[in-house]
C-alpha cells in the first residue's frame, strides 16, 4: 500500500553575492515547486533573448530531481512486495472460506427441499382460499344488492318513492364500487339515474295533479270560511238584538222582568277546524277538504333528491301563476254574480297558503307570503274599485260589501290586514247612499201615490204589530180591538218599512268596515232622506193631490204619527250603531219633517176657510140696519158652528189634540177676520148698532164654542181659540162702548184694543149710523138731544183721521 505525501511549497533564498542567473534559476526552482505560472519566466527570457539560459534552468532542475523520485520509487516499491505478500495469504484463506461454504449448501440443500416443497404447497392453498375468500364476498354483496335492487322495485311499485330513493343511495354509495361485475355495475350506474328520473316525474304528475285540484279545493275552502264568518255574525247580531231587547225593556222600566243572554255553542261552526295546526293531514279531507300530503311529498322527495331549491322556486312560481289567473274577472258573468267565487277563490288561496307556511317545513316563506296577499289586495282593490265605479244599484253595492268585509274578516284571522280593502268600502260609502237616497226617493214616491188618505184597517193582532208596533208609533200599550180603525193611512208604515229598511242598510255598509263610531254618519245620511227624499215627497204629495178636507186632515194625521215615529227612526239607528240612547235621547233635533206637517196643516187650514167661507157668504143676508138685535145669533154664524162641531167630532178621531187645537184657531182667526171684513167692506155701506149687537152675539158664540173645547184640549188651550177672535171680540167692544174715545187713551188701547187697526176703526166707525139719524127721525122728536156716545164716536172719528 503506497502512502502519498504532501508536497511542499519553496520558498527561492539567495545567498548574498550569488549572481543573477543563480537567482533566476532558484525562483524559476521554487515557481514549478510550488506549481505556480512560468509564463513570466518565458515572457522574460524571450525579452531578454536569452532562452537558452532558461532551458539550462529548466535542465538544472530536471537532474537536481531525479534523484528525489528514485527515493520514492524505492519506497513505494517496498510497499508493493508487501501486499503482494498479504494478497498470497488472503487468497489461501478464501480457498478455506469457499469449501466450507459449498458444504453447507450441500446440507442445506437437502433439508430444505421437503420444506420449499410444503411452502409451495402452502402458498397455493392460501391462494385458493383467498380467492374463495374474495367469491364468497362477491356473492354476499350481489345477493345483498339484489335484495336491494327488489326492495327498490318494491316500493317504486307501492309508489313508496322515498323508500325507493333510500335503497337507490343505499346502492349507490355501498355497492355501486364494490360490485365485482363490470356488466352489473355499468347496468346500475344506467338504471340509477333513470329511476331518480322516474321518481322526480311521477312526483311532479303526482304534484301537478294536486295543483290542478287545490284550485277547486281553495274555491270551496274560500266559500266554506266565509259562510262560516258569515254565521258567527249572524249569531253575534242576534245576540245583540237580544240585548237591545233587554235595553230597550229595561229603558220602559220593566223591572219585574230578568233577562239572560246566553251565546249558543258554536257546533265547531265558528271557524274552519284546525285539528293539526302544526302538521298537515295524511289524506283525511275532514272540515279543512284539503289535503296536503301530495305537496309534502313531492317537497320531501325533491329535498332526498338534493333539489329542494329547485322545487321552491317551481312551487312558487306555479302558485303565483295560479293566483294570477284568478285575479281574472269574466266579462261575459256580470260581477254581482261572480263575486263570491272570485273572493273565494282567493280567500281559500291563502288559507292553504298559511298552512303551507305553518306546517311546511320552509317549503315557502313568509315574505313571500305576504308579497302574493299584497299583490292580491291590490289587485282585488282594483276590481272593486272598477265594479264600483260601474254599479248604478245600491243593493248590488251592499252584497259585494258585505262579502267582502267577511272576506277581511276570515282573512284577518290567518294574520293578514285587510286594511286596504276596508279603505275601498270607506270610500265608496257617499255613492252608496246616494243609490240607496235615489232608491228610497222612488219607493216613497210610488207609497205616496197609491195612498188614497183614508183610515187604515187592521183585521189581526199581527197586521197591529206590523204596521204600528213594529215602528213604536202606538199611542197606548194597550193593544185595541180588533177590527181596528188606525188613525194614519197606509202611506205611514209604507215609509216607516223604506226609512227603516233605509237604516238598516246604511248601518249594514257601514258595519264591520274598519269604522266602530258611524253613528254620525248614518244619522247624517238619515237626517237627509227624512228631510230631502220623505219631506219632499210629501210636500209633492201635499201641492199636487190634496184636494178634500178629509184627505188634507189624514195627512195631517199622518204627520202627526210620523213624528213619532222619526224618534224611533233615530232610537233604531242609534241602537244598530251600538250607541247608547241616553245618548240620543240627550242630543234631540227639531222634527225633521216640519215642512212637510207646516204645509199640512195650512193645506187643512186652508180648506177649511174654504167651506167656512162658503158659510160665511151668508153674512150679506145680514139686516145691517135692523130695527132689533138678533137673540140667537145671524144665520151664518150658527152654520158656521155646526160645521165646526161636526168638524170637531170627526177630527178629533184622527188628529192629535195640538194639531187641532191649531188648525182651530187657524180657522177662528180667519173666522174674525171676515167679520172684520165684513164691515169693513164695500157691500156694507151702513150699520147701525143693532146689527152690532148682533155681529156681538155671533161673536159671543163662536167663543162659547171654542170655550166647549176645553174638555177635549185643555183649558188653556181654550182660552188660545177664544183668543183667536180677539179682533172681532175688541171692535165689537169698541163698537158698543159708551166711552170710545178710551180707544186713544195708550194704556187703555194697550190692554183692550191692541188687535185693532185704527185705519180700519175709522172706516167702520163711519159706516156706523145712530138711531137719530134714520130717515123722517126728526118727526116727533123735537124736543131729542143729540146721542152722547155718537157725538163721542165723532170725536174719536175725527181724532184717529187726524193721526192718519
Known amino acids: 500500500m503506497q502512502t502519498s505525501k504532501t508536497r511542499r511549497k519553496v520558498a527561492p533564498t539567495a545567498a548574498d553575492g550569488d549572481s543573477g542567473d543563480k537567482l533566476d534559476q532558484l525562483l524559476l526552482s521554487a515557481a514549478i515547486c510550488n506549481g505556480e505560472d512560468l509564463g513570466p519566466f518565458v515572457r522574460k527570457a524571450f525579452s531578454s533573448g536569452k532562452p537558452e539560459t532558461l532551458l539550462h534552468h529548466l535542465r538544472h532542475f530536471s537532474k537536481s530531481k531525479e534523484s528525489e523520485i528514485e527515493d520514492v520509487c524505492k519506497a513505494h516499491y517496498q510497499d508493493f512486495i508487501t501486499a503482494v505478500d498479504d494478497l498470497r495469504s488472503l487468497l489461501s484463506d478464501v480457498d478455506s472460506l469457499k469449501s466450507a461454504l459449498h458444504a453447507s449448501n450441500s446440507q442445506l440443500q437437502s433439508v430444505a427441499g421437503p420444506l420449499l416443497s410444503s411452502l409451495d404447497s402452502f402458498v397455493e392453498a392460501r391462494e385458493v382460499s383467498r ?25 317504486l311499485s307501492q309508489n313508496n318513492f322515498y323508500m325507493a330513493l333510500k335503497c337507490v343511495d343505499s346502492i349507490e354509495r355501498d355497492f355501486l364500487y364494490k360490485t365485482p361485475s363490470s356488466t352489473l355495475r355499468t347496468m346500475l350506474e344506467k338504471h340509477i339515474p333513470a329511476i331518480r328520473s322516474h321518481i322526480e316525474r311521477r312526483v311532479n304528475k303526482e304534484f301537478g295533479d294536486w ?54 255553542d258554536d257546533d265547531g261552526l265558528g271557524g274552519i277546524s284546525d285539528d293539526n295546526k302544526d302538521g298537515y293531514s295524511n289524506g283525511g279531507n275532514g272540515m279543512l277538504g284539503f289535503d296536503l300530503t301530495p305537496l309534502y ?27 294570477t289567473s284568478d285575479f281574472q274577472v269574466s266579462s261575459m258573468t256580470p260581477f254581482l254574480e261572480s263575486h263570491q267565487t272570485f273572493f273565494a277563490q282567493i280567500a281559500g288561496f291563502f288559507i292553504v297558503e298559511d298552512r303551507i307556511l305553518r306546517t311546511g317545513g320552509q317549503l315557502i316563506t313568509k315574505m313571500e307570503v305576504e308579497n302574493l296577499w299584497d299583490t292580491a289586495v291590490s289587485k282585488m282593490c282594483s276590481v272593486l274599485e272598477d265594479q264600483f265605479s260601474r254599479m248604478q244599484t245600491a243593493n248590488h253595492l251592499l252584497l259585494i260589501k258585505d262579502y267582502v268585509s267577511l272576506l277581511g274578516v276570515t282573512a284577518r284571522g290567518y294574520g293578514y290586514p285587510v286594511d286596504a280593502l276596508l279603505d275601498v268600502l270607506s270610500k265608496h260609502r257617499d255613492k252608496y247612499h246616494e243609490l ?27 197586521e197591529y204589530s206590523m204596521n204600528v208596533l213594529s215602528f213604536h208609533i202606538q199611542t197606548s200599550d194597550i193593544v185595541p180591538a180588533f177590527p181596528y180603525v188606525a188613525p194614519f193611512s197606509s202611506t205611514v208604515p209604507d215609509c216607516c218599512r223604506i226609512v227603516r229598511s233605509f237604516i238598516e242598510d246604511s248601518v249594514s255598509y257601514m258595519s264591520y268596515g274598519g269604522q266602530l263610531d258611524f253613528y254620525d254618519v248614518v244619522k247624517k ?40 215615529a222619526c224618534d224611533f227612526f233615530f232610537r233604531h239607528a242609534a241602537q244598530l250603531s251600538g250607541v247608547p240612547l241616553r245618548m240620543v235621547e240627550r242630543s234631540r233635533r227639531q222634527f225633521p219633517l216640519n215642512k212637510a206637517r207646516d204645509a199640512a196643516e195650512e193645506t187643512l187650514s186652508g180648506l177649511l176657510k174654504q167651506k167656512v167661507d162658503g158659510f160665511m157668504t151668508l153674512i150679506e143676508n145680514v139686516n145691517w140696519m135692523a130695527d132689533d138685535p138678533p137673540q140667537n145669533g145671524n144665520e151664518y154664524a150658527n152654520e158656521v158652528i155646526i160645521y165646526l162641531e161636526t168638524l170637531v167630532s170627526t177630527a178629533q178621531q184622527i188628529l192629535p189634540v195640538l194639531v187641532l187645537k191649531r188648525v182651530l184657531q187657524d180657522v177662528l182667526s180667519h173666522i174674525s177676520e171676515m167679520i172684520v171684513g165684513a164691515l169693513l167692506g164695500e157691500p156694507v155701506k151702513r150699520f147701525n148698532i143693532n146689527a152690532i149687537m148682533g155681529i156681538d152675539v155671533d161673536v159671543r158664540l163662536l ?41 186713544l187713551n195708550p194704556v187703555i188701547r194697550e190692554r183692550s184694543y191692541n188687535a185693532l187697526d185704527y185705519r180700519k176703526v175709522v172706516i167702520i166707525s163711519e159706516k156706523l149710523k145712530d138711531q137719530s139719524d134714520r130717515l123722517f127721525g126728526t118727526f116727533g122728536t123735537r124736543g131729542y138731544k143729540a146721542n152722547p156716545k155718537k157725538k163721542s164716536l165723532d170725536q174719536l172719528i175725527k181724532r184717529l183721521k187726524d193721526v192718519n
Open 436 to 462: 240607496l237616497l235615489s232608491d228610497c226617493r222612488k219607493q216613497i214616491a210610488e207609497a205616496l201615490s197609491a195612498d188614497k188618505f183614508e183610515q187604515m184597517l187592521m183585521k189581526k193582532e199581527y
Open 703 to 743: 167663543e162659547s164654542f171654542a170655550e166647549n173645547q176645553a174638555p177635549l184640549l185643555s183649558e188653556a188651550d181654550a182660552n188660545q181659540l177664544k183668543a183667536a177672535l180677539i179682533e172681532a171680540r175688541q171692535l165689537s167692544n169698541l163698537l158698543l162702548s159708551n166711552h170710545p174715545e178710551n180707544f
Open 131 to 155: 380467492n374463495v375468500t374474495l367469491a364468497l364476498d362477491s356473492i354476499t354483496t350481489c345477493v345483498q344488492l339484489t335484495e336491494l335492487c327488489t326492495r327498490s322495485n318494491l316500493h
Open 525 to 564: 245620511y238619515l237626517d237627509r232622506l227624512l228631510t230631502e227624499v220623505l219631506d219632499g215627497g210629501l210636500l209633492k204629495i201635499i201641492n199636487t193631490s190634496i184636494h178634500g178636507v178629509s184627505q188634507a186632515m189624514q195627512v195631517a194625521a199622518n204627520m202627526a204619527v210620523l213624528e213619532r
Open 297 to 323: 311529498r313531492a317537497y320531501h322527495i325533491h329535498q332526498t333528491l338534493g333539489l329542494e331549491d329547485r322545487f321552491k322556486q317551481y312551487y312558487f312560481e306555479n302558485r303565483k301563476l295560479q293566483l
Open 211 to 264: 295543483l290542478v285540484e287545490i284550485r277547486i279545493v281553495s274555491r270551496n275552502l274560500g266559500q266554506l270560511a266565509i259562510g262560516q264568518a258569515s254565521a258567527a255574525r249572524q249569531r253575534e247580531e242576534e245576540l245583540r238584538m237580544k240585548q237591545r231587547q233587554a235595553e230597550e225593556q229595561s229603558r220602559l222600566s220593566l223591572r219585574d222582568c230578568v233577562y239572560a243572554l246566553e251565546e249558543e
